[in-house]
């Protein structure tokens, strides 16, 4: 006989304490642990940071059987297991990062009932060894993670997820409980359908967050505004850039100015990454300048601002972003820089994100042709992909190729192979004989050893084609720290004797079919992908542009209701005084006042617009304060006159009689 709810929460609550040494479950938790327990398939949306995996792995000691979570993230699934072995909790993964007998091994220990939890990459539900495996697998929680990847509206959209549904079947349609820190309603009715969900309860908590400021700044002077919001909010903080080469320039102003800053984007080696991340953690650098790569599994509690100086592309990835702030539940800010050619960066970076058809072909051609693969044949090995030598043969801008070959991991023509962080790729561009001369010639010693050391360590491979070294090996060979053997390799690199990939920047993908003739890219779907980006974008414009209450707007956008004022953020204090009002934009107003009688929508007001867009903005926000309009739905844009608008317009009226 089933446990009561109560004692099966009590029991839930002594897990929670026993392993995770927590005293209760956070605001969310509880909610979705009960109903797993009920036996309800759960949507859960919980904040970043607010623990939605403790809403599977609770329940999962607490039955007999395997819970089965599906995650997107490499990283984050080991890290969860390591986390939970350490804990004493029978867990594995199964991914590209590990050997074909390894991975027949781990599906045999989940057969014979070894593990609590396995962490599977969902491209795995597809694999020949899981289909035959499945219905031997005695699943009895489904777990789905980063769960926002089904819907095409979700900011990571995953084809893979959309067979989640088919290998629940299999699996002999086990509950299921998928999670996601961010999504909005379009997104969630997404979820629910793809996953086939039946009754699910559906959790949406923590999205309002009273402790953080929401603020924009309207402004050309964006380094008047970041000194003006370090010198009066002490504390640590995240400067976010758009691009690699903004997070450059700002890192270094800041350190101009006596700030200790670093600088973190996916150009730099992992181990300056590495570097960056933990001075700011560890509170030696007061400020990180990032692009968008960080912030995943970063976990900081007393983090006092989070400034975007650029737009971000997304409502989604803003909230993420700024809700990194005050996780510790004091006062923290949330600060959005926006000038209106900021949309024009954006607008830039969605075109080169999403490259047409024709673009991608030419990526995948050069890929292939680079490595020498037939048509027709599926190479066994992984292929190492060389962007400068792609960029050259097609003569796209780098983060136009990283975009095809993105594309074409999500349409699973390959999968990419995670990098080991102690492997790089190496090839010599010179004979054997030639480097050796080339080392005897040196007059620095130490670096003709370090050559002489390499030749004895490299395989034969390594002057054919690419070859994988083991920097650890290599600093034993050598007697050289990482930093000064990283150094090295590039010196030799830009003297011409090696092509060279750090850890970071060694992508390889492997191959899921033949090298097609003509290969199958779905142009609709790019076309649609880049109209939902755009849509996107909208929202966030919107945002910046908006009349109404930060916090208002935000919890709006993810269907959560909130009063319509909160009392602290920048439109509420009345921060941004309308544009100053001449007599050349009394026509103008009386035009938009009258279009909006009309029910006309914003994008239909002018024919052709007499002043920009942002002027337009500054005549609404004026009309707003000053009581002759009322914003019906902020999302939309969507207005209506008030009655002091009504009585002034009767006046325009011309007489008759």
Not at 510 to 532: I, T
């Amino acid at each position: 006989m089933q446990a009561e709810p109560h004692s099966l929460m009590e029991e839930a609550q002594a897990v929670l304490r026993r392993h995770w040494r927590h005293a209760g479950f956070r605001p969310g938790q509880r909610e979705a642990v009960e109903a797993v327990l009920a036996g309800r398939d759960v949507l859960a949306i919980l904040p970043t940071g607010g623990g939605k995996s403790v809403c599977y792995q609770v329940p999962s000691l607490m039955r007999a059987g395997l819970t089965l979570v599906v995650s997107p993230l490499i990283a984050l699934m080991q890290d969860q297991v390591a986390g939970l072995n350490a804990r004493g909790v029978p867990a594995a993964f199964i991914n590209s990062t590990l050997p074909a007998r390894e991975i027949d091994q781990r599906w045999t220990d989940a057969e014979f009932g070894r593990y609590r939890l396995l962490y599977v990459a969902p491209e795995r539900l597809q694999s020949e060894v899981f289909l035959a495996r499945a219905a031997r697998l005695k699943v009895h929680l489904l777990a789905v993670d980063e769960a926002h990847c089904i819907s095409e509206w979700g900011h990571h959209f995953r084809p893979s997820y959309l067979k989640i549904a088919q290998a629940r079947t299999l699996l002999g349609d086990p509950q299921t409980l998928a999670v996601t820190a961010t999504a909005t309603p379009e997104v969630r009715r997404d979820i629910v359908e793809h996953l086939a969900l039946r009754d699910p309860e559906v959790l949406v908590k923590g999205f309002d967050r009273p402790n953080l400021v929401w603020s924009l700044f309207r402004t050309e002077s964006k380094r008047e505004t970041v000194r003006n919001v370090l010198t009066g909010v002490p504390g640590s903080g995240v400067v976010y850039a758009a691009t690699r080469r903004g997070v450059e320039t700002w890192a270094t102003w800041l350190t101009e100015q006596g700030e200790a800053a670093v600088a973190y984007h996916a150009g730099l080696s992992a181990e300056d990454r590495e570097k960056a991340q933990q001075a700011w953690l560890e509170d030696r650098a007061r400020v990180v300048v990032a692009t968008n790569a960080f912030g995943m599994g970063i976990d900081k509690p007393a983090v006092r601002f989070v400034i975007h100086v650029d737009v971000p592309a997304s409502l989604e990835a803003y909230y993420q972003e700024a809700g990194r702030a005050g996780r510790d539940g004091r006062k923290a800010y949330a600060v959005l820089i926006f000038t209106p050619r900021d949309e024009a960066t954006q607008r830039a970076l969605i075109e080169e994100s999403h490259p047409d058809a024709k673009s991608v072909a030419r990526v995948y051609d050069a890929v292939c042709n680079l490595a020498q693969i037939p048509h027709g044949v599926l190479p066994e090995d992984p292929v190492t992909l060389d962007v400068d030598a792609i960029v050259q043969l097609t003569g796209f801008a780098p983060s136009r190729v990283r975009a095809a070959v993105e594309l074409l991991m999500r349409q699973e023509t390959w999968q990419a192979l995670p990098s080991h962080r102690h492997h790089g790729l190496i090839r010599f561009q010179q004979p054997a004989d030639a480097v050796r001369r080339y080392a005897e010639g040196l007059q620095n010693k130490a670096l003709a050893r370090f050559v002489m050391a390499l030749l004895r360590t490299v395989h034969a491979d390594a002057f054919a084609g690419w070859w994988e070294i083991d920097l650890r090996l290599l600093e034993r060979r050598t007697a050289v720290l990482r930093d000064r053997l990283l150094h090295g390799m590039e010196f030799l690199k830009e003297h011409g004797l090696i092509q060279w990939r750090a850890p970071d920047q060694a992508l390889r993908v492997q191959f899921n079919e033949p090298r097609a003739v003509r290969l199958p890219v779905d142009d609709l779907a790019v076309r649609r992908a880049k109209k939902r980006a755009e849509a996107r974008l909208r929202d966030m414009l919107r945002y910046a542009r908006s009349v109404t209450c930060r916090r208002h707007f935000l919890l709006a956008y993810f269907g959560e209701k909130s009063p319509e004022r909160c009392g602290q953020c920048d439109i509420c204090l009345g921060r941004h005084r309308a544009v100053v009002i001449t007599p050349d934009d009394e026509p103008v107003m009386r035009h938009i006042l009258h279009q909006i009688e009309q029910d006309v929508p914003r994008h239909a007001w002018f024919d052709e617009q007499p002043v920009p867009d942002h002027h337009v903005d500054g005549l609404i926000d004026y009309l707003v304060q000053e009581g002759f309009l009322y914003v019906e739905a902020p999302l939309e844009e969507i207005f209506s006159i008030t009655e002091k608008a009504a009585t002034m317009m009767e006046q325009w009226k011309p007489r008759t009689g």
